[in-house]
């Protein structure tokens, strides 16, 4: 036990700080960023282990190398605006490596940007092209109602995707990212429980056709339209085919044993292959479960006591819902996170996002979201469904309690340049809490629980999630392998340039 006494305030991690403190007198080696505290290692490796931790996330896995052919063209393709209706906007555009695997901006912009290869803060929507179908309600800001999430170790969910799991597999076997032969649920299935016959093997594979169907994202508001979905994917698989024998063709004869075929299937399967192979678990973190005990530090130590121990002992039980070496049971809890931007168009007031419950039909699913990873989550920010916290900080303290985190949001935390929508924020994010009371008054399962903490828990927490980061993250050199440099401008001469708002290169 970690934790000697079950009273909060009188807990034992005060009792254990009083006696640390007192044996710190004697020793040099105390003065840590944290003079208060040394964690026994052998006492929360204990606790990490009895809650199913390993270390590695990526145990039996079968994941693809990113020099693998099918991963190499999916590269080309990710990175391609000619993917998009109108040449613009590209699956990287919102998913740069160096930005995280995300785009860095609490929501998205995709088709008509002012510089369409201008990533991250600065990417601004032209307001004199097309918003919507009839450019109605122009109001500025991002089209893009929800915050982009990071494709590092996309490869390792397996049971949803996007935060509202809509991309289902029906199996949701172990290990398997949805390629387990019981097929996978999309939005093109007939219903929420039948599986998308083109889905293609894996989750990874089967969310990928989706976001250029999406007018924001990619589609834009002229091409192939009005289409159904698949009159778009034949559409654009015309499109990669016209672009001739040294174009698309022949790349895709180098990843499909000198087939020059392209079918939507292979276009989708090429760019889940690329992104299955981010895979990037190698933190201080895994160190330090794999045995070194350096490897993090007395803080991210404390923090991973508070996050691993039970409320009732004392910590703040954030493994209930982050669970496993993934930090993520990929379940859905209401978290009522602020409920910036234009929304899923529902609630009274038009810009509310309900979450799961419009997947699920289900009302008590309703401002569900999924349970995201948190490794390297350090580099994935803004955070929440809508990208409404830029200090991680910020969510930590809301993941601790949520009505006094609501109270306390900062508006001026959003980045101001971006014409975020936020008229409704309280408005919208009260009706959550609401349902977040409600949940706990009927005591649905894993709903959440408040906790009491210090300023310092706070620190510790955050330590404890930034040893989450594998450096290779933050390392461009190291990212280079994923990023598409020196194939000139692509096989369409559409290659997404990717610089930041100074003008360098991601
Ligand atoms: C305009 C920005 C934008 C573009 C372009 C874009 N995405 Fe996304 N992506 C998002 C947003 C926003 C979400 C979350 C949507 C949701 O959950 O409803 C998302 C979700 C995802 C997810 C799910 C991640 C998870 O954790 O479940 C994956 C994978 C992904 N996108 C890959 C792609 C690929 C592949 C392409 C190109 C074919 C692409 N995206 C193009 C913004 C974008
Ligand atoms: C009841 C389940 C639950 C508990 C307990 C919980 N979380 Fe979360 N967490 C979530 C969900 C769901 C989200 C996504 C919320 C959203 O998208 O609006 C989330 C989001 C986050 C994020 C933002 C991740 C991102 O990519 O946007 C961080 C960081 C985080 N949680 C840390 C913690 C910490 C630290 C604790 C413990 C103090 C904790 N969580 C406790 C369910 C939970």
Same mark, same amino acid.
């Given at each position: ?75 080309? *393709?990710?990175?391609? @605006? %000619?993917?998009? #209706?109108? +040449?613009?906007?590209?699956? $990287? /555009? ?75 597999? *029906?199996?949701?076997? @172990? %290990?398997?990212? #949805?390629? +387990?032969?019981?097929?996978? $649920? /999309? ?320």
């Amino acid at each position: 036990m970690l934790y000697k006494s079950k009273k909060r305030n009188m807990g034992a991690r005060q009792l254990l700080t009083l006696s640390i403190a007192s044996s710190c007198l004697l020793m040099a080696s105390c003065s840590n960023d944290n003079p208060a505290a040394t964690v026994d290692d052998a006492e929360l490796l204990t606790l990490v282990s009895a809650v199913g931790l390993t270390g590695d996330p990526t145990t039996d896995r079968t994941l693809p190398l990113v020099t693998d052919p099918k991963a190499k063209l999916g590269k080309k *393709l990710f990175f391609s @605006k %000619g993917l998009g #209706g109108n +040449d613009d906007s590209a699956c $990287v /555009t919102c998913h740069h490596p160096s930005l995280g695997g995300g785009d860095d901006l609490s929501l998205s912009i995709g088709v008509n940007a002012t510089t369409t290869d201008l990533l991250g803060p600065g990417r601004m929507h032209d307001e004199t092209k097309a918003f919507n179908d009839n450019n109605s309600e122009w109001d500025g800001g991002p089209p893009v109602p929800r915050n982009a999430p990071t494709t590092f170790n996309i490869a390792l969910w397996d049971q949803a995707m996007f935060h509202d799991g809509r991309v289902e597999s *029906l199996g949701k076997t @172990k %290990g398997a990212n #949805g390629d +387990d032969g019981k097929g996978i $649920v /999309t939005p093109d299935s007939d219903d929420f429980t039948t599986a998308d016959p083109d889905a293609g093997d894996t989750l990874t594979a089967a969310q990928s056709r989706f976001p250029i169907t999406s007018h924001e994202e990619m589609r834009g508001f002229k091409f192939a339209t009005p289409g159904t979905n698949a009159e778009l994917r034949t559409a654009l698989e015309d499109k990669l085919i016209a672009t001739g024998a040294d174009g698309w063709p022949k790349h895709f004869a180098m990843a499909y044993s000198g087939n020059t075929e392209i079918t939507h299937l292979k276009i989708a399967e090429a760019i889940g292959e690329y992104e299955r192979s981010q895979v990037f678990v190698e933190s201080p973190w895994k160190a330090y479960v794999e045995g070194d005990n350096t490897a993090i530090s007395e803080s991210a130590k404390r923090g991973a006591t508070m996050f691993f121990s039970s409320i009732d002992n004392g910590g703040a039980n954030c493994t209930s819902c982050h669970a496993g070496d993934f930090f993520t049971d990929e379940q859905f809890h209401v978290l009522a996170t602020p409920q910036i931007g234009r929304g899923k168009g529902v609630g009274a007031l038009g810009d509310d996002d309900f979450g799961r419950s419009e997947v699920s039909g289900n009302l008590v699913d309703k401002y569900k979201f999924r349970t995201p990873t948190l490794l390297n989550v350090e580099v994935t920010g803004p955070w929440g469904h809508a990208g409404a916290y830029t200090e991680l900080e910020n969510m930590v303290r809301h993941m601790l309690n949520p009505v006094d985190a609501i109270a306390n949001y900062d508006m001026t935390q959003l980045d101001a340049n971006a014409v975020l929508q936020f008229e409704n924020m309280q408005a919208n994010t009260q009706l959550a809490l609401e349902q977040l009371q409600a949940n706990r008054t009927n005591n649905v399962s894993g709903v959440h629980q408040n906790v009491e903490f210090t300023d310092a828990d706070v620190d510790d927490l955050v330590a404890f999630l930034k040893a989450l980061t594998d450096p290779c993250v933050k390392d461009r050199d190291c990212l280079a392998p994923w990023i598409a440099e020196g194939m000139g401008n692509g096989p369409d001469n559409l290659k997404q340039k990717a610089f930041d708002v100074n003008g360098d290169y991601l």
